[in-house]
């Protein structure tokens, strides 16, 4: 599919949908729009990801398939200085794609510009209707499973996750990311949006995700939230206990202190953080920190190597910055 | 507000709303509805509550405002052997209150009914539209914030928290019950059903329940679930963080040993449930088990007695069977 990602003055850093298709999809991405960085290229901004001209708004975009959301605000509102380009994708037949909490859907004036020109709106975040809770057999499913956990939200658990089925695929191994969030349901084109379920269904939803794909040797599944975390850590748990996992692996921004937004609530130390997951984990399924995935983003070369140094020692268990190192064997062996 | 309660083939075990409503409601029940029970008394059936006739259906139940649905199946489904009894509640123009999944409101033929005779129908589980994202301001709340937690689902935490409400009252401070579930939410009038919430929301909604009593000394926040349970535990952590307590108080089923419904998931030893509820409250809001409930409806007076010492001893603080026993001062003094 060739697709436009809309990423106003939001990419990379606060446009993970944008970053993720770029980085992992299967989508040919033919333009970012992008008001801020108009006339650059993708890579001049973010590099070692597929390439694509930065334009101003929908009207610049060459012929494409569909145009995708790239932004997930907090509280997932839509934006109303999107308007515009949604409705001349539609008007241009296009698909819209999107993984906010409001509803394409909902929104009549798209509805009808759908329907005038033959384009279709995908909510990722709408779940399937006939949820139920969870029966707690995802434990007896054949594959590893290994979920992702982090100190935060935006720690870098989808990463984390896409890059341990890489490195598991060069391996031999028939590995799949388990998309618990939007960015990840938009770069596999399947999962569930988990915080979007309704809390009574949310590890059933989990529990369904993990053992819906048939003969694989290697589950990855998406985390959310965090435990520490003073409005997802619901999301979390239910990730946690609905994945029934074989090993966890924990996912933390260097340097961070404090959870993002929320400055007041202080990330536990390292070692305590991890014997919260493990505790918690305990009833269910037993799983373990095994290994830990650190985004030094923020450090130079050096001081990134001392960063996964000092997590690798604070956390007792082989680590890597995913996104820099990728995933070594040491790693891929413990998780597996 | 004179009501019918409806209970078929449920009461009292299985029907926990009709329980709750017999025994700390406000409206006068002026019969319970159950064809296993038909023609004896409802203090026949469980000593020490509101007293009423059960008849077998709507048709022999005399003048009343309502009938609310006293049953909450797994799953919340709407059992059609109710639909005589709701049909004839909504052509006599009575309003009809339900906690289930299934919405009422959903249902065309109750719906026309409403319309037709007057009456209204109630969705207590129908969360609020405008619910957000938690902002982790519970732990300003000026009252002493309690929440009740469990071993399980069905472990006594509704009556949990009306048992301390109602000792507090007697000690002359102004306490309220802050009810997450379907049966508190209608014993009380007030309240959001936490598990309906979407799975994001949840956390928000305890949030906003907490903030809205005025010049409390005390919110007894009720539980939902269990940390260790494989489907629900996501909802009792957005309870646990959401309500950001000073004081948890923990209920448990003497000699329940696994999760019910879920045979294969043990229930931890005690001592290292207490630890897990308090490794997860502590990033939130330091809350420890500063007391236990337990209870003993399925012992002898005897052995009750030895149960509520040996509960005491395994979580090391103050405990009672606050059915049995009520809420002693010492318990009080230990939560407050």
Request: hydrophobic share 40%; glycine share 8%; proline share 5%.
């Amino acid at each position: 599919m060739q697709v436009a990602v809309l990423a106003h003055e939001s990419f990379p850093d606060r446009a993970k949908t944008a970053v993720g298709l770029l980085r992992y999809g299967d989508h040919e991405v033919r333009a970012l729009v992008d008001r801020e960085h108009a006339g650059k290229h993708v890579t001049d901004v973010l590099p070692g990801v597929q390439d694509a001209p930065i334009v101003a708004s929908m009207d610049d975009v060459p012929e494409v398939d569909a145009l995708l959301i790239g932004i997930a605000p907090i509280g997932g509102a839509f934006d109303e200085s999107w308007r515009d380009d949604v409705r001349t994708a539609l008007e241009r037949g296009c698909d819209v794609l999107a993984g906010l909490h409001d509803f394409l859907e909902d929104d009549d004036e798209f509805v009808r510009l759908a329907e005038e020109h033959g384009g279709e709106l995908h909510d990722l975040r709408k779940p399937p209707d006939d949820l139920t809770v969870a029966e707690g057999t995802a434990g007896e499913v054949d594959a590893t499973v290994v979920t992702t956990v982090g100190t935060d939200c935006s720690t870098g658990k989808m990463t984390a996750s896409f890059e341990i089925r890489d490195a598991a695929r060069e391996r031999g191994l028939d590995a799949a990311v388990v998309p618990t969030g939007q960015t990840g349901v938009a770069i596999t084109g399947w999962g569930i949006v988990v915080d979007r379920v309704i809390a009574d269904y949310a590890a059933g939803a989990v529990e369904r995700l993990v053992e819906t794909p048939e003969d694989k040797d290697v589950l990855i599944v998406e985390g959310q939230g965090a435990l520490a975390h003073p409005a997802y850590s619901g999301v979390t748990t239910s990730i946690l206990h609905g994945s029934a996992p074989d090993a966890l692996v924990l996912c933390h921004n260097a340097g961070q202190e404090a959870i993002h937004g929320y400055e007041s609530f202080t990330i536990p130390p390292l070692d305590e953080y991890v014997e919260i997951y493990e505790r918690l984990a305990a009833p269910i399924s037993d799983a373990t920190v095994d290994a830990g995935m650190l985004n030094t983003s923020a450090l130079d070369a050096a001081d990134a190597v001392d960063a996964v140094a000092t997590y690798r020692e604070a956390l007792g268990v082989p680590a890597t910055d995913p996104v820099r190192d990728g995933v070594p064997d040491e790693v891929l062996d413990a998780i597996l």
